[in-house]
């Protein structure tokens, strides 16, 4: 695929959001933003490129480039863009997840709403193998598609104040992982002990566009043996 059309608008006085309007595959929609937004990020006068799944936000910096340049800098991108196939791994990133009670306190509701039993629910969240379509909302968030139509909720009204770093939770058609703690408004449906952020490391984030992820249900102890490794 090359070129990409979209719907450019304002996004406050230093940005502008483009919103992709003829891609209906999420991953491959978010890998396409991902790539544009990549390129444009070192470009003179862009303060930064943010890619969601259907969306990218380029800010610049008024006092090195004008706001219509920002724009045909944009334009160029998208019109030059290629989507990156998801990355071709013999074995997708394996991710433990300890689900329900404490680590997944949404997953009733989520049982209740798709009128399945929480090991239905739990069954189907690990059985697929997931494509990270879009990094954002917060560094390293990992959108995750596609999701189980069965567990598709919509976010919590009220977002909460604080959820733990490694948080699993489920909102549309995607499934996520918090690196870090956070507000949030996702429903959570376990956590896993793994660390997907380290400061420590030359690239800190674990989970990029188009790797692949599976997760793998484990219990309490094992939890606790890897939290402590």
């Known amino acids: 695929m090359t070129g990409l059309r979209a719907d450019i608008a304002p996004f406050g006085e230093r940005g502008w959001l483009a ?6 595959d999420p991953i491959a929609s978010g890998l396409a933003a991902s790539d544009v937004a990549d390129r ?3 470009a003179v006068g862009v303060d930064d490129a943010v890619a969601g799944v259907n969306s990218i936000v ?8 004008n706001p219509d340049t920002a724009r045909l800098m944009l334009e160029k991108e998208l019109r030059d863009a290629r989507a990156p196939a998801p990355a071709a791994t013999t ?3 394996d991710i433990p997840i300890l689900y329900g009670g404490d680590a997944g306190p949404d997953i009733a509701d989520i049982a209740e709403h798709a009128g399945l039993p929480e090991d239905t629910i739990i069954a189907a969240h690990r059985s697929k193998i997931y494509h990270v379509a879009a990094v954002g909302f917060a560094p390293g968030f990992a959108y995750l598609g596609m999701l189980d139509e069965r567990l598709h ?3 919590l009204a009220t977002p909460r104040a604080h959820v733990p770093a490694g948080s699993v939770g489920v909102a549309g058609g995607f499934t996520c992982i918090y ?3 956070s507000p949030g408004g996702w429903r959570l449906i376990g956590c896993t002990p793994m660390r997907l952020f380290d400061l420590s490391s030359e690239d800190p984030f674990l989970l990029k566009p188009g790797v692949a992820v599976q997760f793998r249900a484990i219990g309490r102890q094992e ?5 402590n490794a």
């Open 19 to 24: 919103t992709l309007t003829d891609m209906e």
């Open 40 to 42: 444009l990020r070192d």
């Open 58 to 65: 380029l800010r610049f910096d008024p006092s090195r480039i």
């Open 91 to 93: 074995q997708p990133i």
């Open 153 to 155: 909720m919509p976010r």
């Open 179 to 181: 690196p870090m703690a």
């Open 223 to 227: 939890f606790r043996d890897i939290e």
